[in-house]
Structure formats: C-alpha cells, structure tokens
C-alpha cells in the first residue's frame, strides 16, 4: 500500500547520474512489436486449423475436423494460451516503455514466462506438425493410409497452421534472446 | 584485435571492490548439476528409443524400428545434439565456476543457446509424443489403426523415451530460469 504523502520529487532526492551508466540498451519497442507478431501469429494459426474443416462423401459423408485429433486440440489449446499471453505481455512491454524503472525486473519476468510459453508452443507445433506428417505421407509399416490426398482444403489450413505457429515460436525465442541481452547489458562491466 | 603489450597484472589495476556489490548470485554450482541432468536425460531418451526394436511374427515377421517414422528420427537426432550440447555447456559452467569474471558474460551465452536448445528439445518431445499417442489409440476418424497392442515392447520404449525428453525440456527451461535469476541479481539496483 503506498503512503498517502508521497514525496513529489523523486527525481531530484535521487540523482539520476548513479543508475545512468548500467541503463543499458533499450529494445522495448522492439519487444512490442515481436510481442505484437506472436499474437498476430497465435490468432492466425488458431483461425486457421479451426475453419479447415471439410466433408467429403466417400461415399457416406465423413468430416475432417480439427477435433477428432488430440494432437490439433492441444495445439489450439496451446496457441490460444500463447495468443492470450502475448496481449497481457504487450501491455506489460508499454507500461515498460513509460516506466523505465521497472523494467529490469520485468525483463527478468519475461524471460521467465517466454521460457515457459516457448516450451508450450513449441511443443504444440511438434505434435500438431508430426501427426500433420502422416497425414500427408502416411506410414505403411503400420498401415496408416496418408490423408492429405482426400482432405486436402484440410490439410492446407493444418499446413499453414503450423507454419504459423513454427514462425511464432522463433519470434518467442527472439523475444528471450532481446530480454537476456537487454538484461545483459545492464550488468556493470 | 588484442594490443600486443597486454598488461599483466589486470587484477591490481582494477581493484574487485567496485565488482563486489554486484556480484550477484552464484548458481553454477546447481547449473552444473541441471546440465548433467539434462545429458542424462538426452542419452537416457535416445539409447530407450534405440534399443526398442521389436519384430512380431504377424504371419510373416514384420519388425517395428524407430526409424520407420520421420517423427522419431527427428526426435533422436533433437536429443543427441541435446546431449552433446549438455556436455559442451557442463564444461562451460565449470570453467566458469573457476573463473568468476567470465560469469556474466556466459550467463547471457547460457539463456541464448538454452533458448534455442529448449525449442528443439520441446518440439521433438512433441513431435514424438503426437505420433506415438496415435500408436496407442489410434484414430478411428481415418483408419489409424493402434499399434501399441501388438507392439507393446517398442511402444513401452517409446513411451519412456518421450517421458525422459519431457523431464529433459523441463530441466532446460529450469536452466534458462537459473541463469536469468543470475543474471538479474548482478543489475544495480
């Protein structure tokens, strides 16, 4: 809870020279924007997979929709989680922009829970761009006939899906490597 | 490039009071340990998945080997550059335990690399994952049929492997924690 007669100048009690020569470099913006692009990323791939689904009459109507596989529903799962995250950090990065004060502790923060959503998407594209393997070549040594050639609308959207969420797991680990360097930087030589 | 005439004696020139406050924390110790674990991990999930072979005589012999599926090759070949870069980054931290003014340069070195290590690691845990949970359940949407009831020892096999490659993401992400904590505790407040 903050005191009710806060000091008004700050600036002045606290000489600004001290904490001037560890600033160290500023990338938030940077960080906005990549921040931005995982959540472009996020929403497109989850669009994506979702609207893919198609029947085909072969020759009794058989859908191909997203969840009938575990593998795609952990990868919705996993993206809507990373999409929501990157709106909350987005802010979290401008408030940064504002309050240069908080910012070493936020990098810390964020190369925490990137660590972590790293982890999940890139997991998620794993197993969604594994099973989308099979689906497209198949696997005779156990009989599991390739797909792709039926479903193809699709496997396009599943295609492009992963695609997406591959491009918004290298931005996730582009965002660790400006957090670790913005910090980096702020250590005394 | 280095001047010729380096000075000798850097130690006394620079006196080390000025580096004290900031010396931050010391984890390489518990990195080492993390990094060790995390080759364990690698050579444990590779070796599992290797010596899974299994052939069933259904009538003719029909053999289940990990690399059939482009899924566990690529999950082989994800945790043996783990593994070697385990190593790699073990002898790092012991280097750098010796020698304390090398720290904060390879703790940003170590999230970096980790970084990448752990996208790797996670999407071949994931990959894997997806393919052998449609072994074990199939999916009957588009004739999947599961294999893991004929081939139990191989799934078995499988199964721990990709269980050891999730500890070893764990661990990894564990690795970007301790090193951005690290990292943290030497900015000036």
Same mark, same amino acid.
């Given at each position: 809870m903050a005191s009710t007669d806060k000091p008004v100048d700050t600036e002045y009690s606290r000489p600004?020279?001290?904490?001037?020569p560890h600033a160290g470099v500023d990338l938030f913006k940077f960080d906005v924007i990549l921040r931005f692009l995982l959540f472009?990323?996020?929403?497109?791939?989850v669009v994506v997979i979702v609207t893919g689904n198609e029947t085909k009459f072969l020759p009794m109507p058989r859908p191909a929709k997203f969840r009938?596989?575990?593998a795609f529903v952990y990868f919705v799962a996993a993206l809507s989680v990373a999409g929501l995250y990157s709106i909350i950090?987005? #802010?979290? &990065?401008?408030?940064?922009?504002?309050n240069p004060a908080v910012r070493a502790k936020l990098l810390l923060h964020f190369i925490l829970w990137d660590a972590?959503?790293?982890?999940?998407?890139a997991s998620a594209t794993g197993t969604a761009g594994g099973v989308a393997y099979v689906g497209l070549k198949g696997n005779k040594h156990v009989n599991w006939n390739k797909i792709c050639n039926v479903y193809d609308k699709f496997c396009r959207h599943v295609g492009a899906s992963v695609?997406?969420?591959? #491009?918004? &797991?290298?931005?996730?680990?582009l965002l660790i490597w400006i957090s670790a360097y913005s910090l980096h930087s702020r250590v005394p030589k």
């Open positions: 600004t020279s001290s904490a001037q472009a990323a996020s929403l497109v791939s009938y596989s575990p950090t987005t #802010f979290a &990065s401008l408030y940064a922009i504002k972590l959503i790293l982890g999940i998407i695609a997406v969420a591959l #491009f918004g &797991s290298v931005v996730t680990v």
